[in-house]
């Protein structure tokens, strides 16, 4: 083995940009840090190759932070071609537009929040008037308009620009994916309030349905017929798991970042790192990828903000 690249250290600065602590860290060549500058880099090239097709996984959770706004930005300045998520993403997104969350701490005494009619989700507090309540109140008059308008039998990615359209408010995720045409695409659509709700439209709405078949011809279309395709998947989960599926149908991901806390020594898909996708050809053998471990976030504000200053 040629020993050639030496560890630097890295040092205090004041008024240090972000991409310039990255690129320090790179230097450091030690453990997180330097994975983090990798996904940098491999996220940087994707966005900035015409050549890709560009996929965002992401769980629900952290649309419950303040990391909605970043994912937001991502997608109001059009970083990433396609979006694959979790039903409870529509669910905080939407009644964010309407009523707050609050800040509150992991070793809260649960009982007593429940008797509150407060929900915590980690350390995001939940009122249920800032919930299912008001998502019901939202939901219900533009499922009863699209009704009106002939709709009977909608894709989730048909769904998530209706409300997208609808939403009015320029600090959704919804509303930005709407306007600049990326598709959010939602195969667990059941899995949350928004699902709960769809479900009740339909109990007096006996010809209403929900078309997955046409998101997935439409995820089909988007594989079969691009140059190169890449990803950046946060968290596990169904949202990882359809974007590598669907890769695998070209030979793989071309590049591939993946943020995650899980632990790799259950077997679990959210704790499987991306070299296990290779062998499943969902990422290709030559293909540019980095697992990075932390908490997304903290990570995913880090990468985005040295991606946008790096591109």
């Given at each position: 083995?040629k020993?050639?690249?030496?560890v630097g250290?890295m040092?205090?600065?004041?008024d240090?940009?972000?991409?310039e602590?990255?690129?320090?860290m790179?230097?450091?060549g030690?453990?997180?840090?330097?994975?983090?500058?990798?996904?940098?880099?491999?996220?940087?090239?994707?966005?900035?190759?015409?050549?890709y097709?560009?996929?965002?996984?992401?769980?629900?959770?952290?649309?419950?932070?303040g990391?909605?706004g970043?994912?937001?930005?991502?997608v109001?300045?059009?970083?990433?071609?396609?979006l694959i998520?979790?039903?409870g993403?529509?669910?905080?997104?939407?009644?964010?537009?309407?009523?707050d969350?609050?800040?509150g701490?992991?070793?809260?005494?649960?009982?007593?929040?429940?008797?509150?009619?407060?929900?915590?989700?980690?350390?995001?507090l939940?009122?249920?008037?800032?919930?299912?309540i008001?998502?019901?109140?939202?939901?219900?008059?533009?499922?009863?308009?699209?009704?009106?308008?002939?709709k009977?039998?909608?894709?989730?990615?048909e769904?998530?620009?209706?409300?997208?359209?609808?939403?009015?408010?320029?600090?959704?995720?919804l509303y930005?994916?709407?306007?600049?045409?990326?598709?959010?695409y939602?195969?667990?659509?059941?899995d949350?309030?928004?699902?709960?709700?769809?479900?009740?439209?339909?109990?007096?709405?006996?010809?209403?349905?929900?078309?997955l078949m046409?998101?997935?011809?439409?995820?089909?279309d988007?594989?079969?017929?691009?140059?190169?395709?890449?990803?950046l998947?946060?968290?596990g989960?169904?949202?990882?798991?359809?974007t590598?599926?669907w890769?695998?149908?070209?030979?793989?991901?071309?590049?591939?970042?993946?943020?995650?806390?899980?632990?790799?020594?259950?077997?679990?898909?959210s704790?499987?790192?991306?070299?296990?996708?290779?062998?499943?050809g969902?990422?290709?053998?030559?293909?540019?990828?980095?697992?990075?471990?932390?908490?997304?976030?903290?990570?995913?504000p880090?990468?985005?903000?040295?991606?946008?200053?790096?591109?």
């Amino acid at each position: 083995m040629k020993l050639e690249r030496k560890v630097g250290d890295m040092h205090l600065a004041k008024d240090i940009r972000v991409k310039e602590l990255v690129e320090q860290m790179d230097r450091s060549g030690g453990f997180t840090a330097k994975k983090l500058a990798t996904a940098v880099d491999i996220v940087a090239r994707m966005i900035a190759d015409e050549d890709y097709v560009n996929f965002l996984s992401f769980p629900a959770c952290i649309v419950a932070t303040g990391t909605r706004g970043i994912v937001r930005d991502m997608v109001k300045e059009k970083m990433f071609d396609v979006l694959i998520t979790t039903c409870g993403t529509l669910d905080h997104d939407l009644a964010r537009t309407k009523e707050d969350y609050y800040h509150g701490e992991f070793d809260m005494d649960d009982a007593a929040l429940r008797d509150e009619g407060v929900n915590r989700l980690g350390n995001v507090l939940v009122p249920d008037g800032s919930y299912g309540i008001v998502l019901e109140r939202l939901m219900q008059p533009v499922l009863r308009e699209l009704w009106d308008e002939g709709k009977r039998e909608m894709s989730t990615k048909e769904l998530c620009r209706e409300f997208g359209s609808r939403a009015g408010d320029e600090s959704s995720i919804l509303y930005w994916a709407a306007k600049n045409e990326v598709p959010i695409y939602v195969p667990g659509i059941t899995d949350g309030a928004f699902g709960s709700q769809l479900w009740q439209f339909s109990q007096e709405h006996k010809e209403f349905r929900i078309d997955l078949m046409k998101d997935e011809k439409e995820l089909a279309d988007i594989v079969f017929t691009a140059k190169k395709t890449g990803a950046l998947m946060v968290g596990g989960g169904i949202s990882k798991h359809h974007t590598i599926w669907w890769n695998q149908f070209r030979d793989g991901l071309d590049s591939a970042v993946y943020i995650t806390t899980a632990v790799e020594h259950d077997g679990s898909l959210s704790g499987a790192r991306v070299r296990e996708a290779v062998s499943w050809g969902k990422v290709r053998k030559d293909a540019r990828y980095v697992t990075v471990e932390g908490d997304a976030t903290v990570l995913l504000p880090l990468i985005m903000c040295a991606v946008k200053d790096k591109i």
